[in-house]
């Protein structure tokens, strides 16, 4: 296969080429087409899409936009783990020469790579995960202290760039549909701690009922694959314990 | 079985492990207590039966319960120091150590039974 140079302008013609599968269809059927995709220096995942696109089949559906790892919108299916493209390394991934890339898991299919994430957002939304303020702009500001132990549990939640990588991952929303899933209880269980969001009992309230942090199975898949190394596990185990403490002490 | 990549883990494996083992126990539960109810209904039965636990072949299944007892007894209690205790950052320290606790309380027994 020839390559283009003036695409990596100061690299040495790629030699080696790649075989990538990428699944193409959309919501009703589709199948794995399969390309040859010259091996470059530092390429990631998101490289091998856009190259496809711009050299092969400008059909191709995908979504990315800062290719920085801070907009969440690139996550798909790398030889069957859920994880940001634009920060993962083709050589990092790449096995017996290949690779298999799908759209996210657990999300409805729109076209090829680009897969439907409202279901992800509505049920941030349903977790209580929209901010409950408890002043209005005529008030002061309401200061936080960085070392409270609130504070901590929420800073150590807090920097989830909505990839839905972790809801791809997860078992129990492969399996139960009304499940809120890892990114929208880690969202709640940060609120929760956070001293400017009054909503605390709304946020338990919307957390146990069905779908809620109870029918988390403790399988850790969401941790293991968090681009951003957060710990949903964790925040859900928090809120499995202020649920159930709510609930032996008022009733609720 | 393959296991899927995205389950290649070593908390899933330990969910896996925890849910066969609760598995394996409820289907020898039955089993436990008809045998136990034969002391009552049918004594005789009953010694025929124990007799056979002295099988090498019996012995090693033995061995087999006591692991699935035990792997699912400090699974569990991994389950809620995770989800009741202040969080830690050896979750997996502390699923290996439910799987070696296991082994070592199994093997012993296997130890003393032969
Ligand atoms: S720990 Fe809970 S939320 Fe995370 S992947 Fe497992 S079941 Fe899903
Ligand atoms: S918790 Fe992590 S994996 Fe989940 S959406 Fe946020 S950044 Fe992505
Ligand atoms: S393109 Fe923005 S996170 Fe990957």
Redo the contacts with the bound molecule.
């Keep these: 296969m020839t390559t283009d140079k003036a695409d990596t302008p100061g690299e040495d013609i790629a030699t080696q080429v790649m075989k990538v599968s990428v699944w193409r269809g959309d919501a009703e059927a589709g199948a794995y087409r399969e390309y040859s995709v010259p091996l470059r220096e530092s390429q990631t995942i998101l490289d091998v899409v856009a190259w496809i696109q711009q050299h092969e089949d400008p059909t191709l559906s995908y979504r990315y936009a800062c290719r920085v790892g801070m907009c969440?919108s690139c996550?798909m299916m790398v030889n069957g783990q859920p994880r940001w493209t634009c920060r993962t390394h083709v050589k990092k991934v790449l096995k017996d020469g290949g690779l298999t890339v799908a759209p996210l898991r657990n999300l409805p299919v729109i076209k090829d790579l680009a897969t439907d994430m409202d279901p992800f957002f509505e049920k941030w939304v349903a977790a209580g995960g929209v901010h409950h303020p408890t002043r209005s702009r005529h008030d002061p500001i309401d200061a936080v202290t960085p070392d409270s132990e609130g504070r901590a549990e929420a800073d150590a939640?807090i920097?989830?760039?909505?990839?839905?990588?972790?809801?791809a991952?997860c078992d129990v929303v492969a399996a139960d549909a009304d499940y809120l899933g890892?990114?929208a209880l880690?969202r709640a269980w940060t609120l929760y701690n956070d001293s400017k969001d009054g909503g605390g009992q709304t946020i338990l309230d919307a957390v146990s009922a069905h779908g809620g942090c109870h029918s988390c199975h403790s399988q850790g898949s969401?941790t293991r694959?968090?681009?951003?190394e957060?710990n949903?596990m964790q925040s859900i185990a928090g809120l499995k314990r202020a649920t159930a403490w709510s609930f032996l002490k008022g009733g609720k | 079985m393959r296991i899927r990549p995205h389950r290649s883990h070593p908390l899933w494996l330990a969910f896996l492990l925890h849910r066969i083992s609760g598995l394996g126990l409820a289907l020898f539960l039955p089993a436990h207590f008809y045998v136990l109810a034969m002391a009552v209904s049918r004594p005789a039965d009953l010694d025929g039966f124990l007799a056979l636990t002295d099988s090498p072949l019996v012995k090693f299944a033995e061995f087999g319960l006591v692991f699935l007892l035990a792997v699912h007894i400090f699974g569990g209690l991994r389950l809620m120091a995770l989800e009741w205790l202040p969080w830690t950052g050896w979750q997996k320290t502390l699923a290996a150590s439910a799987v070696g606790l296991a082994f070592l309380v199994s093997g012993t027994f296997l130890l003393q039974a032969v």
């Design positions: 969440g996550a939640g920097e989830c760039i909505n990839c839905s990588v972790c809801y991952a890892p990114a880690n969401c694959f968090c681009p951003n957060l949903p």
